[in-house]
């Protein structure tokens, strides 16, 4: 599959796993079918990205902010503050952890694997570990 090129663009899930561990099995590279998503992450979100382009972590904090949870990733100064009222906006309170894919305009409206029955139906799953928050802007 031919990804496409979002230049300056970032898309971003926030969520609660249980520690690093749990995240880096989630966000885990598997290779076995060209046609499937490489990751569980990736098959819950029904989408196709460059691994060179994403950053994960999960705070240590008890209660960490959003702006917390963006510290330390690259660029996050030029897109903080779309993103935190973004997930503010989303009632996002308790999340722990985050995903980020730059040069990626995430659209959970088109999805890109059909294998997943609910997205023969162009939903996503019910339940996910993290929440797509928004795609936005972003400066090097």
């Given at each position: 599959r031919e990804i496409e090129d979002h230049s300056g663009i970032v898309s971003v899930w926030l969520?609660?796993?249980?520690?690093?561990?749990?995240?880096?099995?989630?966000?885990?590279?598997?290779y076995t079918d060209d046609d499937a998503p490489i990751s569980e992450f990736a098959r819950e979100f029904c989408l196709w990205y460059d691994h060179d382009f994403v950053e994960s972590s999960?705070?240590?904090?008890?209660?960490?902010?959003?702006?917390?949870?963006?510290?330390?990733?690259?660029y996050a100064e030029s897109f903080r503050d779309p993103i935190v009222a973004a997930a503010k906006k989303k009632r996002i309170k308790d999340a722990n952890a985050i995903v980020l894919i730059y040069d990626f305009e995430f659209d959970p409206k088109k999805p890109v694997c059909s294998e997943?029955?609910?997205?023969?139906?162009?939903?996503?799953?019910?339940?996910?570990?993290?929440?797509?928050?928004?795609?936005?802007?972003?400066?090097k």
């Open positions: 969520g609660r796993v249980d520690g690093a561990k749990e995240l880096r099995s989630y966000m885990k590279e598997q999960v705070s240590r904090k008890k209660e960490p902010t959003v702006a917390d949870l963006l510290r330390g990733h690259s997943s029955a609910h997205r023969l139906e162009g939903k996503l799953p019910r339940t996910t570990r993290l929440t797509f928050i928004g795609a936005v802007p972003y400066e």
